[in-house]
């Protein structure tokens, strides 16, 4: 990260995206985590609700807007946990997932020449079916500190080399039948790949489909008795 890396940790916060955004036109340099023990108003993409008790983590990365962050962000996310036994994988675009349960995501929000780079990893469980968390995912006992290093230290712009091909090899959603929901509708189809700018391929009636974003839900997943197609 440029400018070095302090982390400044608050207790309780509305979301740390609104307090790094703050912070943002206050003259933070790039390369600021802030961190809290919990959030009132955690945010999360499309509009949604971050659920945030105390007990997850909960961070913000100031940055410079770059190509390819989001993904970037995705994969040391994704990194950490995996350098801490989780098994986590990439549904595309960034939602951290363990087996078919989502464990994190990212939020990247855009301030100036910032981009703020918001993390959430479940690390205690969250009232939700789909969600899974750390200590579901592993008997290990795993600090939120410990789980922030292992993410900063693949944040580092020196770790950055081939984003999309690190991407592709930890994605949870290519080989896959999804559903994809953008602002031009619902389409269905096979994920096969995803391009150099982080866009996903979707082929549907012979047709290849490029989606710049969206919400993505796997339809098919292997299961131990036999491999089928199933609506979740
Ligand atoms: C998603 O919808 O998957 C993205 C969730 C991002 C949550 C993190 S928690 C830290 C930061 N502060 C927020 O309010 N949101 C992000």
Same mark, same amino acid.
């Given at each position: 990260?440029?400018?070095?890396?302090?982390?400044?940790?608050?207790?309780?916060?509305?979301?740390?995206?609104?307090?790094?955004?703050?912070?943002?036109?206050?003259?933070?340099?790039?390369?600021?985590?802030?961190?809290?023990?919990?959030?009132?108003?955690?945010?999360?993409?499309?509009?949604?609700?971050?659920?945030?008790?105390?007990?997850? *983590?909960?961070? =913000? /990365?100031?940055?410079?807007? +770059? !190509?390819?962050? &989001?993904?970037?962000?995705?994969?040391?996310?994704?990194?950490?946990?995996?350098?801490?036994?989780?098994?986590?994988?990439?549904?595309?675009?960034?939602?951290?997932?363990?087996?078919?349960?989502?464990?994190?995501?990212?939020?990247?929000?855009?301030?100036?020449?910032?981009?703020?780079?918001?993390?959430?990893?479940?690390?205690?469980?969250?009232?939700?079916?789909?969600?899974?968390?750390?200590?579901?995912?592993?008997?290990?006992?795993?600090?939120?500190?410990? *789980?922030?290093? =292992? /993410?900063?230290?693949?944040? +580092? !712009?020196?770790? &950055?080399?081939?984003?999309?091909?690190?991407?592709?090899?930890?994605?949870?959603?290519?080989?896959?039948?999804?559903?994809?929901?953008?602002?031009?509708?619902?389409?269905?189809?096979?994920?096969?790949?995803?391009?150099?700018?982080?866009?996903?391929?979707?082929?549907?009636?012979?047709?290849?489909?490029?989606?710049?974003?969206?919400?993505?839900?796997?339809?098919?997943?292997?299961?131990?008795?036999?491999?089928?197609?199933?609506?979740?």
């Amino acid at each position: 990260m440029t400018d070095g890396r302090q982390i400044i940790h608050y207790a309780c916060v509305s979301s740390t995206q609104s307090v790094a955004k703050k912070l943002v036109s206050l003259g933070i340099p790039t390369g600021t985590v802030i961190v809290a023990d919990k959030q009132e108003q955690g945010r999360g993409r499309l509009d949604r609700t971050w659920i945030s008790p105390a007990g997850g *983590l909960y961070a =913000s /990365i100031i940055l410079q807007v +770059e !190509p390819l962050i &989001s993904l970037r962000a995705g994969i040391a996310v994704a990194k950490g946990l995996r350098e801490l036994g989780i098994e986590a994988k990439l549904r595309w675009p960034n939602d951290v997932m363990v087996e078919e349960k989502k464990i994190g995501g990212i939020l990247i929000e855009v301030s100036g020449s910032r981009a703020i780079v918001g993390m959430g990893v479940n690390l205690v469980p969250v009232p939700l079916e789909s969600a899974t968390c750390v200590e579901e995912a592993t008997r290990v006992h795993i600090t939120r500190d410990q *789980l922030l290093n =292992s /993410i900063l230290q693949w944040m +580092e !712009p020196s770790l &950055s080399g081939k984003v999309v091909e690190e991407y592709r090899a930890l994605s949870a959603t290519i080989g896959h039948v999804i559903c994809v929901e953008s602002k031009r509708g619902k389409l269905i189809g096979k994920a096969i790949g995803i391009d150099v700018a982080g866009r996903l391929l979707v082929e549907s009636a012979g047709v290849v489909h490029v989606i710049s974003s969206g919400d993505c839900s796997n339809l098919s997943f292997r299961d131990n008795r036999a491999e089928k197609t199933v609506k979740r």
